[in-house]
């Protein structure tokens, strides 16, 4: 089946520095999401993308939708201790169950203050 | 608000044994989700219910698992017998809309099988 390709795994840095995590895979995808999960909670969306080549926003955050369709990046600048998460990657394509989102593995993040 | 609310938080039980996860979706939303996350592993989705219609269950492991939404409203996910592969954390999720991706997850049922 589809697989979605996160990396790092893990990251450590400290606050104020900024930090970028990617997505890729080897089957298109229609839309991409990025997901985060704090500690006890469900992940809840932070950024979604719908277009090759779309750059989106939303505060510290940046993504963009690779334009060959098969990848994602986020970008978080200045990051502060509340940053602390898993961040997750999700691929949706339409066509088949609009719900079944296919997740990458994670990328958990540690903020030193 | 209310967000999307799921029951028990913890659960853990023995190899064999039978258990039953709930899920409340958040009101209005007729789409309800189940996914799974096992340990260090990706979010693996389960299955989506329209109303109380399966729309898609291609992700259920294998049929010791049953899921229900009688009525379109709240859901349940009953493991029976578990197995210790079985342990991980189920997530219920909630959406308006289909064609978007655009999820509201509960908070998870952290199931551990002994």
């Known amino acids: 089946g589809q697989q979605l390709n996160q990396s790092p795994q893990s990251m450590f840095i400290q606050e104020g520095e900024d930090v970028s995590m990617n997505c890729t895979s080897s089957?298109?995808?229609?839309?991409w999401l990025w997901y985060k999960q704090d500690p006890g909670e469900g992940p809840v969306l932070l950024i979604a993308l719908y277009k090759a080549g779309e750059l989106t926003s939303n505060g510290r955050l940046t993504a963009q939708f690779g334009i060959t369709r098969k990848d994602s990046f986020l970008n978080i600048s200045a990051s502060i201790p509340s940053d602390v998460g898993i961040y997750f990657c999700a691929g949706l394509n339409y066509g088949g169950s609009q719900g079944n989102l296919i997740f990458g593995k994670g990328t958990k993040l540690s903020v030193k203050p | 608000e209310a967000g999307v609310t799921q029951f028990p938080s913890h659960s853990v039980i023995e190899k064999g044994q039978t258990v039953t996860l709930r899920c409340d979706p958040i009101s209005g939303h007729d789409n309800l989700y189940w996914y799974r996350r096992v340990m260090g592993k990706e979010i693996k989705f389960l299955l989506h219910?329209?109303?109380?219609?399966?729309?898609?269950e291609s992700g259920m492991p294998n049929n010791r698992f049953l899921a229900e939404r009688t009525g379109g409203t709240y859901s349940t996910l009953k493991v029976q017998p578990a197995e210790l592969e079985d342990s991980g954390v189920y997530f219920c999720a909630s959406s308006r809309t289909t064609n978007t991706g655009e999820l509201f997850f509960g908070e998870g049922s952290r199931l551990t099988v002994l």
């Open positions: 089957s298109i995808f229609n839309t």
């Open positions: 219910f329209v109303k109380e219609s399966k729309q898609d």
